[in-house]
Nanobody
Framework: QVQLVESGGGLVQAGGSLRLSCAASGRTFSRYSTGWFRQAPGKEREFVAVISWNGGITDYGDSVKGRFTISRDNAKNTVYLHMNSLKPEDTAVYYC??????????????????WGQGTQVTVSS
């Protein structure tokens, strides 16, 4: 079974950049798509980005398109979320997740069953 650990969160000024990492344990990680979601206080979990098992397909939430980029390095069992031009409304806990079946890809949080513990991103104005 895959286990996920996020890192790279922190405090950044508006307009700044951060790179989040999602490190996976488990030999079959390279067969799973991986998604990033975020949740701000008092709000529902929101889809941010997803990448297919081989990196050939990516998709983004409307609020982050053109600013965030998802990538993966299967040799390192790691998925990254590069966040540029950060805004205060990007403040949230960011989670990475994988679906239960090999090769599935989705933008719905209900389709993911393994989640990391989350990493806090705070963007000051």
């Amino acid at each position: 079974q895959v286990q996920l650990v996020e890192s790279g969160g922190g405090l950044v000024q508006a307009g700044g950049s951060l790179r989040l990492s999602c490190a996976a344990s488990g030999r079959t990680f390279s067969r799973y798509s991986t998604g990033w979601f975020r949740q701000a206080p008092g709000k529902e979990r929101e889809f941010v980005a997803v990448i297919s098992w081989n990196g050939g397909i990516t998709d983004y939430g409307d609020s982050v398109k053109g600013r965030f980029t998802i990538s993966r390095d299967n040799a390192k069992n790691t998925v990254y979320l590069h966040m540029n031009s950060l805004k205060p409304e990007d403040t949230a806990v960011y989670y990475c997740a994988t679906p239960p079946r090999f090769y599935d890809i989705s933008t719905r949080s209900d389709d993911f069953d393994i989640w990391g513990q989350g990493t806090q991103v705070t963007v000051s104005s």
